[in-house]
């Protein structure tokens, strides 16, 4: 009898053991699957927020680029003052006349040199002038020596007018009125106007100073009785003529 109660006894602690080590396991396999899962999440907002982190960085470049673009694309786009047309006088006629002044203007409307005042025969007047345009990077850029175009005023003239017998605005071989403002002409500027047509025909010679082209323009308008005209340069471009809506000064 007693020998039955002690395998009993054996048989339920092997039981209990059993259950107990059936415990231990399933908790272990438990705890392994859960510190698995947990590595694994880990592992993967790690991967995530390295991945924001790269967004966050691509998208402050992004910003950058566009702010940069953005500031070239207004650069290229800028006006500059250059001149000013104002009508004084215009008699009808069979072959009409008119009367206008010519100066030369920094940006901010300060006259440049002497006022100039012509007569051509009819109404359309041509401001023929030569223009050095440079090339766009160096604008984008805002390079301190070349980042707009420059002109050097030649002539005016009518419609009835050969050019050649317009009248003369700037002496031929002088320099652009900007560097009688205190504005230095470097050697390389002085190099290209002084050989403007050198550098007009010789892709080659103009790329090496980032010049992008080189050549005259004259662009014309119809002046009208009691109007003011702007001559504007724009940094990346030619030429253009405004008209104001501010009153001309009294004529002279």
């Not at 272990?28 to 947990?38: I, K, L, N, S």
């Not at 566009?66 to 009808?92: G, I, S």
Request: glycine share 6%; proline share 5%; net charge negative.
């Amino acid at each position: 009898m007693s020998n039955t109660v002690s395998n009993v006894a054996l048989i339920l602690r092997s039981l209990v053991s059993l259950v107990i080590l059936g415990l231990l396991g399933t908790g272990g396999f438990v705890a392994y699957r859960a510190f698995d899962e947990r590595s694994a999440l880990e592992r993967e907002l790690s991967e995530k927020s390295a991945e924001l982190a790269k967004l966050a960085a691509d998208n402050a470049e992004l910003t950058k680029e566009n702010a940069r673009l953005d500031l070239a694309l207004r650069l290229l786009k800028v006006d500059h003052r250059v001149a000013q047309v104002e009508v004084l006088d215009q008699q009808d006629g069979e072959r009409p006349t008119t009367r206008f002044r010519f100066v030369e203007m920094t940006e901010d409307g300060t006259p440049i040199g002497e006022e100039k005042v012509f007569t051509i025969e009819g109404d359309r007047l041509y401001v023929d002038a030569l223009v050095i345009k440079y090339d766009d990077k160096l604008i984008e850029s805002n390079d301190p020596l070349r980042s707009t175009s420059v002109c050097l005023f030649e002539r005016v003239f009518g419609e009835f007018q050969e050019p050649s017998k317009g009248f003369p605005l700037d002496a031929q071989d002088s320099r652009p009125a900007v560097y009688s403002q205190g504005k230095e002409m470097t050697p390389e500027e002085r190099e290209i106007w002084d050989n403007f047509w050198e550098y007009a025909n010789s892709p080659a010679k103009a790329q090496a100073a980032g010049v992008r082209a080189a050549h005259g323009e004259a662009p014309s308008i119809r002046l009208q009785p009691g109007k003011r005209y702007r001559v504007e340069l724009r940094a990346s471009g030619g030429l253009s003529i405004v008209p104001e809506d501010v009153p001309p000064k009294d004529a002279a």
